[in-house]
């Protein structure tokens, strides 16, 4: 072992400011899957984007307009 610390894995794809701007856009209602085709990112990236900038997920799918 090299006595490595932090992160494991690859560097975020996202920084700071751009991670504030999808919480942002997900908390005025846009989904996962939308926010990940507007920033051509894959879905599992913008969730741990968010989950990384302290957003709150939604569960569930959401409700169909009429």
Do not use: H, N, V
Not at 40 to 51: D, E, Q, V
């Amino acid at each position: 072992r090299t006595g490595r610390r932090g992160r494991r894995g690859a560097p975020p794809k996202f920084d700071a400011a751009q991670a504030r701007q999808l919480r942002k856009d997900y908390e005025k209602g846009a989904t996962s899957a939308q926010l990940a085709r507007r920033y051509k990112a894959a879905l599992p990236t913008i969730l741990s984007t968010l989950r990384r900038a302290g957003t709150e997920l939604r569960r569930g799918r959401p409700r169909r307009k009429r």
